[in-house]
């Protein structure tokens, strides 16, 4: 049976080696999912196979927003301090592309020689994942409403992962978002080793709670929670006025751990990588030179020079992501470094088909702070509307912005370049697939 094992994982690997070579030579992609989908056909156990070979630990990397850049970070923090890492660069999160990822660094036979694999994985297959796999490291990110016609309420989902994780060994090490009601709870829940992560920085507190907060009930009582305030959504500082249920101790200073890239969200992945570092043994001067240089995984809040222009794409594919996109622009505007914002709406698989989460989103900041926005993609004109509510909420402010509705993304691409200032940076704000189109118009390569 080994025997046979082995030949159908060599047999696996070999064919899906094959797929990859033909697919990259051919431009079709980067062959991240069909090579794993082959492999899983011929062998049904290749994944956990390559899981027992990783040899210091698998991490996995779960959370509705904030997966690709954090699961990037770790990896080039382990990778400065001389591991060899296995990763799932390209974003592709459901059990085939895991497969893929693995696939791509064994030799062909089949062997894995790597230190550690940092997979992120989506939150809906994480229980699927955990029922043949047993990664030594959680690191769990937020949990926040995505994809409506997808996915149920927050509580469902952290009640499968608690399911899930909470028959792993003792010694598999969870690190947890504490500014997350429901997340905090889960972690307090678990048997295994649980560190959480979080901010401890008043003056970043939002003046009032966004629409699109997700949970600001107890998760043990049902009682509203009083925050003392919120750095994003429902993620911030709270106790509960009924039960003795309140946020737990954080395992690391958010006021001692600077970061590069802009946003609030980032300072979540930021301090989320470092826990995670400083739990797998590596000391704060590696983790701290890694955050100094690092460079943002492709459209999240990833930089590029096109014509001469300074540009930046914040893929925001939910209310959250979106408000926070939001926020970040809005606070360059106000430092006269950006005023104008390209903003893309689809509605395919990868998106999301239900696109009516753009109503619990605050664009009113966005329209209020004047410039110009482009709006485009397959809904442009739902995202157009949206944009008009937004400005009829306002109709008498000092410096109105100007709106252009431009459904075809070429031209609205080229006119957003067009019309950015030599010495400001523009802002492309798409959902997923949108994202994609986005980066290959500009730089000519596709991700997928």
Not at 105 to 120: Q, S, V
Request: with cysteine.
């Amino acid at each position: 049976m080994q025997l046979l094992n082995r030949v159908r994982l060599g047999a696996g690997v070999a064919i899906a080696k094959t797929i990859t070579a033909i697919v990259k030579g051919l431009n079709l992609g980067a062959a991240s999912v069909l090579p794993g989908l082959i492999a899983q056909r011929i062998h049904p156990r290749v994944l956990p196979l390559l899981f027992e070979q990783v040899k210091s630990g698998v991490v996995l990397v779960v959370g509705t927003n904030g997966k690709t850049t954090t699961s990037l970070l770790l990896r080039t923090i382990l990778e400065n301090a001389g591991k060899r890492v296995t990763h799932n660069a390209t974003g592709a999160n459901l059990i085939n592309g895991l497969i893929t990822a693995l696939l791509a660094d064994t030799n062909l036979i089949g062997t894995l020689d790597r230190d550690y694999a940092i997979l992120e994985v989506d939150e809906n297959i994480l229980p699927l994942v955990l029922k043949d796999c047993r990664p030594q490291y959680i690191l769990v990110l937020n949990l926040f409403r995505d994809q409506l016609d997808r996915y149920g309420e927050v509580d469902s989902i952290s009640r499968r992962w608690q399911g899930a994780i909470a028959p792993l060994p003792g010694d598999t090490t969870i690190v947890i978002n504490g500014d997350d009601p429901t997340l905090n709870f889960l972690g307090k829940n678990l048997p295994q080793t649980v560190r959480f992560f979080g901010l401890t920085e008043p003056d970043l507190y939002l003046k009032e709670i966004p629409h699109a907060v997700d949970s600001i009930y107890c998760p043990q009582c049902g009682a509203s929670l009083d925050y003392a305030g919120v750095y994003l959504s429902h993620l911030g500082d709270y106790t509960c006025p009924s039960c003795d249920f309140k946020k737990s101790d954080l395992n690391i200073d958010s006021r001692e751990w600077g970061q590069i890239l802009i946003g609030i969200y980032n300072k979540y992945n930021t301090l989320a990588a470092a826990l995670m570092a400083q739990s797998m043994g590596i000391n704060r001067d590696e983790i701290n030179q890694t955050i100094r240089t690092f460079k943002a995984a492709f459209g999240r809040a990833e930089e590029l020079t096109i014509e001469g222009k300074h540009i930046r794409i914040l893929l925001s594919k939910n209310p959250v992501g979106l408000n926070e996109s939001i926020r970040a622009v809005n606070d360059l505007k106000l430092q006269g470094k950006s005023s104008v914002a390209l903003l893309i709406l689809n509605d395919r698989t990868p998106d999301g088909t239900d696109v009516s989460w753009i109503w619990d989103v605050d664009t009113e900041p966005l329209t209020a702070s004047g410039g110009t926005i482009i709006v485009s993609g397959d809904r442009t004109y739902d995202m157009a509307l949206r944009i008009q509510y937004s400005q009829d909420q306002a109709p008498d402010q000092a410096n109105p912005c100007k709106v252009i509705i431009e459904p075809n993304l070429e031209a609205a691409v080229q006119g957003a370049i067009a019309a950015t200032p030599a010495d400001e940076t523009l802002h492309i704000i798409p959902t997923y697939s949108a994202m994609l189109e986005v980066r290959k118009l500009l730089t000519g390569r596709e991700i997928l």
